[in-house]
């Protein structure tokens, strides 16, 4: 039959199923700036060193910590939400 625990096993979660995009880590309130749909400046080095190797338009993963916060969109030293998660 079908069970749940089955159909679970089956499953990625969002997280690992996006995992092949590059990603930034976020400060607390450069993350909220996300949350609220806003766009964030990239400011640390480590950071720009990953962008520069982009092109503008890119697809970026937004992370706090280990958690998903969205998907966004380079746009020269911005990042902008495209997909928002409530992980």
């Given at each position: 039959?079908?069970?749940?625990a089955?159909?679970?096993?089956c499953?990625l979660?969002v997280?690992?199923?996006?995992?092949?995009?590059?990603?930034?880590a976020?400060?607390?309130?450069e993350?909220?700036?996300?949350?609220m749909?806003?766009?964030v400046?990239?400011?640390?080095?480590?950071?720009?060193?990953?962008?520069?190797?982009?092109?503008?338009?890119?697809?970026?993963r937004?992370?706090?910590?280990k958690?998903?916060?969205?998907l966004?969109?380079?746009?020269g030293?911005?990042?902008?939400?495209?997909?928002?998660?409530?992980l």
């Amino acid at each position: 039959g079908h069970s749940p625990a089955r159909f679970e096993q089956c499953l990625l979660s969002v997280a690992t199923a996006l995992d092949d995009i590059p990603a930034l880590a976020l400060a607390d309130l450069e993350a909220d700036r996300l949350r609220m749909g806003r766009a964030v400046q990239v400011l640390r080095t480590a950071d720009r060193v990953v962008i520069e190797a982009l092109d503008d338009g890119a697809i970026l993963r937004a992370m706090d910590g280990k958690t998903l916060i969205a998907l966004t969109r380079l746009e020269g030293m911005e990042i902008h939400p495209v997909r928002v998660f409530n992980l």
